[in-house]
């Protein structure tokens, strides 16, 4: 171990192991979630420069491209949240230099893995957007944007993994002021490179793609800059550069933990998938009408999401310290704050749902009153959502990951799809509506089960702790229990 105290750092780190909970968790999440509002919100300014100057086929194009970088960045997530969790176990037990060790095997993992997915997306672009099925009018496009997407592979995922590293030290702040480089750039160069202002060449569809590459370049560059001028306790100096050559065992526990956490986003997303060809099924304004509901949807979830990393980048820290007597509290708070949080943000969408859908079709629109109707059967299920994010983040602190994955295929699957499909023949398109609380209800009663019942707390520590010859009695607080309770 590398000290018995935390050393001088001179970056906003937290540490997540001490102090009230309630209020370190909230200014912990708070970061956390305006980097996912970021994040959405340089979506929805790309989709309009690409609207606006090139058109429906240019969309249908990018559309096609996202769906195959979704899943890509569902695995190097699984990869980040599972180096995470080893990090913040690491970091609150003191072992700083394991902490330096499973961050850099995470970093050489996905660097090699994103330069060799990149180099063979750019070879089979064509046979990708072929199996997809991709619509001749925008095939053309479509490869032009997929194939800069894959050139920045690399850059955007080691951005992604670096941000999920600094939470795993408790630092929210820095990801979220370079998540806002990486927005302003991309962004304000779209324009620049789909139209050919000034000196920038017209590049038209492929633009988008090449001003969200020199944004990602350009962020996790600066970024390693900061790292090492503020001497940020995850740099790696001297003799600790040889951790990007990945460990056997490191990279065997990441990515045993990382491909159940990577495959509960290919769940969701093949539901998703599964959801839409039944929505189609109900012609056109019934899918106009589900697509804007969605709209509304991605920011409703973004507080359950944001306060899901916080408990678990949380409870990561305090397994690690020994500290279980702190882990019902942080699941305690966690949960109260979705609900709080959450609920509020459904409230306001209900109430004024007819001005928030009304900005995305025509007040005289038939799609609105679909729309508010499958706003007020479904939204209020994402307060459940929540809840299960917050549970699922204190198992995974843990290195439980088959749980959360097996419970949220049930409640996609044969519960989500099955009351779809069961119900649809007398209630029509009401029995799609209802079917995501329903989902939603048995993932949480799933996951509050496996909370208290499923001997998550028995797991072991994923870091090995050989690099400490003892462990300080001073890293713990008065009180603190090294046993896990319920």
């Known amino acids: 171990m590398d000290e018995a105290s935390p050393p001088a750092t001179h970056g906003p780190q937290r540490d997540l192991t001490r102090g009230p909970i309630g209020k370190t968790l909230l200014a912990f999440a708070l970061p956390t979630l305006g980097s996912n509002v970021l994040q959405s919100l340089n979506g929805s300014i790309n989709t309009i420069w690409v609207g606006r100057f090139l058109g429906e086929n240019a969309l249908a194009a990018t559309s096609n491209a996202n769906i195959i970088m979704f899943l890509m960045f569902g695995m190097v997530f699984g990869f980040g949240m599972a180096a995470t969790?080893?990090?913040?176990?690491?970091?609150?037990?003191?072992?700083?230099?394991?902490?330096?060790?499973?961050?850099?095997?995470?970093?050489?993992l996905v660097l090699a893995g994103s330069i060799v997915t990149g180099a063979l997306g750019w070879i089979f672009a064509p046979q990708i957007l072929t199996l997809l099925a991709t619509p001749g009018d925008a095939y053309g496009e479509a490869l032009a944007y997929l194939r800069v997407i894959f050139l920045g592979l690399p850059a955007s995922m080691l951005l992604v993994l670096m941000f999920m590293g600094l939470r795993g030290i408790g630092d929210s702040l820095t990801p979220l002021w370079f998540m806002g480089l990486s927005v302003v750039l991309d962004a304000g160069l779209n324009p620049v490179f789909i139209l050919g202002l000034g000196p920038a060449p017209e590049l038209g569809i492929a633009g988008s793609a090449t001003a969200t590459l020199i944004a990602n370049v350009v962020a996790c560059g600066v970024?390693?800059?900061?790292?090492?001028?503020?001497?940020?306790?995850?740099?790696?100096?001297?003799?600790?550069?040889?951790?990007?050559?990945?460990?056997?065992?490191?990279?065997?526990?990441?990515?045993?933990?990382?491909?159940?956490?990577?495959?509960?986003?290919?769940?969701?997303?093949?539901?998703g998938?599964?959801?839409?060809?039944l929505v189609n099924r109900n012609g056109v304004?019934?899918?106009?009408?589900?697509?804007?509901?969605?709209?509304?949807?991605?920011?409703?979830?973004?507080?359950?999401?944001?306060?899901?990393?916080?408990?678990?980048?949380?409870?990561?820290?305090?397994i690690g310290a020994g500290?279980?007597?702190?882990?019902?509290?942080?699941?305690?708070?966690?949960?109260?704050?979705?609900?709080a949080i959450t609920g509020a943000i459904i409230v306001v969408a209900l109430l004024f749902d007819r001005p928030l859908l009304s900005l995305f079709v025509p007040d005289q629109s038939a799609v609105l009153s679909i729309a508010e109707h499958?706003?007020?059967?479904?939204?209020?299920?994402?307060?459940?959502?929540?809840?299960?994010?917050?549970?699922f983040g204190v198992v995974r602190?843990?290195?439980?990951?088959?749980?959360?994955?097996?419970i949220l295929f049930i409640a996609m699957f044969p519960v989500r799809l099955g009351v779809a499909l069961a119900l649809r023949p007398t209630m029509g398109a009401d029995a799609l509506w209802w079917s995501f609380p329903l989902g939603s209800a048995t993932t949480v009663l799933l996951a509050a089960l496996y909370y208290r019942h499923g001997g998550?707390?028995?797991?072991?520590?994923?870091?090995?702790?050989?690099?400490?010859?003892?462990?300080?009695?001073?890293?713990?607080?008065?009180?603190?229990?090294?046993?896990?309770t319920s």
């Not at 700083?96 to 961050?103: E, L, P, T």
């Not at 209020?380 to 917050?390: D, H, I, P, Y």
């Open 85 to 108: 969790i080893i990090v913040g176990q690491a970091w609150g037990r003191r072992d700083h230099d394991a902490a330096k060790r499973a961050f850099g095997s995470a970093i050489g």
């Open 223 to 271: 970024l390693v800059i900061y790292i090492y001028a503020r001497e940020m306790p995850l740099r790696l100096v001297g003799a600790q550069l040889r951790y990007i050559l990945p460990e056997r065992d490191l990279v065997g526990t990441i990515v045993g933990k990382g491909l159940p956490i990577g495959a509960q986003m290919l769940v969701i997303s093949s539901a």
């Open 273 to 277: 998938l599964a959801m839409v060809g």
């Open 285 to 318: 304004d019934t899918t106009a009408a589900y697509g804007i509901t969605q709209q509304l949807w991605t920011y409703i979830q973004m507080p359950a999401m944001a306060i899901g990393a916080a408990v678990s980048a949380m409870a990561a820290q305090n």
């Open 323 to 339: 500290r279980w007597d702190r882990v019902g509290a942080i699941t305690r708070s966690g949960i109260i704050y979705n609900l």
């Open 374 to 391: 499958v706003n007020l059967v479904s939204t209020w299920g994402f307060v459940l959502f929540g809840a299960t994010m917050v549970l």
């Open 397 to 406: 602190a843990n290195g439980a990951v088959w749980g959360p994955l097996a």
């Open 456 to 484: 998550w707390r028995k797991g072991a520590l994923l870091a090995p702790e050989h690099h400490c010859d003892e462990r300080s009695h001073a890293d713990v607080e008065a009180g603190g229990s090294m046993r896990p």
